[in-house]
């Protein structure tokens, strides 16, 4: 905080008297104006400043006579100033060392404005309720962000227990619960070093990033969570070398994990149909990436839509109101948006946009990939596989993101 930004919420104007005024002069336009102290503006520029201590300090040795004394007779002389850059730390200093309480800023030598004691300890006061705000908020979101991997961990270990008391021991399933155990483990770093580059101060770290890929691990990932709840999964990605974009993938591997791990508690009191999960990602506008996730759930109350990306606001009853606000400031630092759409109480739509990556490789790879010719044959397959409605028992395919040649959207159910 310095006298710029202080000065840019308070306001500049500054209430200023001649030097040639009476103090009665400076009395009633003290009284008018409301405020504590005038600067006082001579043949040079500031000259002084008469404060109410000044006016206080005269009554008492001259009595009602002192308000026919020159004002120059009663100012502060010795006037103490400071530039728009001076930080509040040192302002502060100098006018607790000083004992004074007004200290005019100035720029190229000319007024700006007028910085009070009062000012300095409102906005020092402020400065802090910020920092404590931002700490709650950073532990609070560790403690969001970390419980959904370790939840992962330990319903992959239950899994992996469960498949060994088999007869006889499913090996592969085993193996492949210990290494979702291990791949949520690292995600469970990612999401400390995400954190640390949200909440900080320097440039995030971008990488090139296949939004696929991501949709794919998360799903992974959930697959015991999914299942437990008896959620199908039905997913529709694009190309996968069409959804490469700029991005922190630790980020946007947490937004992906809240908004499927919302969706899948919003399905829990879900009785009268099936439980089914609706992921795709899409062309948007021909220059940005478009995630859906759709659930069959309770849906969302109308009036709850525009409050639900809101830190603190939950519709949950041990929610802690934090998931939508951390993925709405993740998806924003990325250049993107998102939004909610609720069905009533068939289910929730959320979707967000994230810009395609600029670079010109980059951008001829996305225009070759859209326009390239498709043959009869694989037309057809695809419009069989947007139409088809059954899912199969098969796990989620990962996509590869190198640099490939064309190829269709993809239609993989889990």
Known sequence: MNANKILSRKGRRVFTITSSATLGAAVSRLTKRRVGALVVI???????????????????????????????????????????SSTLTWIMNKMTRGRFRHMPVVRHGDLAGLVSMGDAV????????????????????????????????????????????????????????????????????????????????????MQSVCLNDIIVEVLQSLHVELEKHGVRVHSQLMAAQASVIDGNRAQLQEVVTNLIHNAVEAMDATTDRARVLNVRTELHRRDAIRVVIEDS???????????????????????MGLGLAICKMIIERHGGNISALSKGRTG???????PIST????????HNTLNAPRPAKDRRMARQGTARRGVSKSKPATLTCGPVGPREPQSADA
């Not at 969302?300 to 009853?317: D, E, G, H, M, S």
Request: charged residues 20%.
């Open 348 to 354: 929730t739509t959320m979707q967000f946009i994230l």
């Open 122 to 205: 409102k906005f020092r006061l402020a400065d802090l309720e910020d920092t404590l705000t931002n700490v709650q908020s950073i532990v609070a979101s560790i403690a969001h962000e970390v419980r959904q991997p370790l939840a992962a961990i330990a319903a992959n270990g239950g899994a992996a227990l469960r498949f060994l008391e088999g007869t006889p021991v499913d090996v592969d399933e085993v193996r492949a619960a210990l290494n979702r155990m291990i791949a949520d483990c690292y995600r469970t770093n990612a999401v400390f070093d995400g954190i640390r580059a949200l909440f900080g101060s320097g440039e995030q770290p």
């Open 42 to 84: 001579g043949a040079d520029g500031v000259a002084g400043i008469v404060s109410e201590r000044d006016i206080v300090r005269a009554l008492e040795h001259k009595g009602a006579a002192a308000l026919a004394l020159p004002i120059t007779k009663v100012m502060t002389n010795t006037v103490v100033t400071c530039t728009e």
């Open 359 to 366: 670079t010109p490789q980059k951008k001829s790879l996305l």
């Open 297 to 319: 759930g309770i849906g969302i109350a109308q009036k709850q839509l525009n409050r639900i990306f809101t830190a603190f606001v939950t519709t949950k009853p041990s929610g």
